[in-house]
């Protein structure tokens, strides 16, 4: 079986990676990679492949960025094309980009099998780009790995026939735990003058929060005011740092803004922080993994099992309540840790390796029922 995996953004990479390695441990198959450059800055891409040992990639589309039609659209254009030379048998696809969705769409005209991996996550709200992504994609691909119950619950709600769901858990646990023990070497702490767990961290990318220049003046300002009790290392998005400029905006108090770190620093900054200030998808699971305190700066998640079974705390829009619950945590008056004993099912560094032994049933005969039933529904 030939297999196409297709990245394009940062969080695409650490999910990525734990397939390709355990397709390769594996045997068997014949694998290629796709990077549709969405993600292009050495330290959004170039570096992380080289931390999570991707290959450089067979195909590179260059799309960059643009309005969402249009690296959209630049994705389905160049993915076509690459289709035609790549010959693949099933396409992996991952997570909720844009180019998740338009990878899939290409493969769904051309009847072509593709896999979602990361299925089934719901926020519930429509304004965000990564849902319509998530939507759309959880439709119209043939198997749907998902990370956790709720993922299979919410595909079953949508109609998605039972028999595409395989729930294999969090490929990007995965990544983490391969690399937990290097990253703790990788030297953030001393290069930024850090003491563990004397610094918390924080991350903002969300247009939510960062394209609306009244709501991050309001959260530049209360997360100042915060920093007065425990200093704030802020890597800073290209697209923060963007709105950041244009704004004029100055960051007070002792919020220390980097660059955009690597795989392996930004996991051991994590790692070794009192608590964690977020907007991204993937901190607040790695953080409920971790066991660290993460105050989500949104008012909804398509990771719900992080609230219920991890260290994840919704903020909403509040930044009162922002101030409440980041001085609680200091305080040691909330209880942020809901973890299971074990840990969240199947967060347990081997899902990759479950979604190829699913790959390997396909290779012994369920590839060409996908195919026939494809073809059969075209006709
Ligand atoms: C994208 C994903 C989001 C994910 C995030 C992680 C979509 C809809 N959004 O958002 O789900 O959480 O990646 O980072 O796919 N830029 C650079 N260099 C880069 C990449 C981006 O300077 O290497 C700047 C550009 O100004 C660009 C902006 O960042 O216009 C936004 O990039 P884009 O890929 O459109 O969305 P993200 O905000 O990164």
Redesign the pocket.
Known sequence: MRLLHIV????NFMKAAPVWLAVAEAGGFDQELVHTG????V???DIFFAELGLPAPHYYLGV???T?AQ?TAAVMVAFEQTLAEARPDLVLVY??????VAAALVCARLLLPVAHVEAGLRSGDRTM??EI?RLLTDQIADLLFTPSADGDVNLLREGVAPEKIIRVGNVMIDSLVRLLPLARRSGVLDRLGLAPRRYAALTL???SNVDDPARLCALLETLGDLSARLPIVFPV???T??RIEDLGLNATGDIRLTEPLGYLEFLHLMSEARLVLTD???IQEETSYLGIPCLTLRANTERPITVDHGTNTLVGLEVERLADLFNAILDGTYLWDRRPAGGIPLWDGQAARRIVAALEQLNGGMLHSIHTTSKEVAR
């Open positions: 394009g953004a940062r969080p969405q993600h292009y800055d330290n959004m891409s960059g960025s643009g969402h690296q997570g909720d980009v844009n180019s998740t780009p990564e992504n990318h969300r247009p998005h290209p697209r740092r963007k991204s998808g993937g």
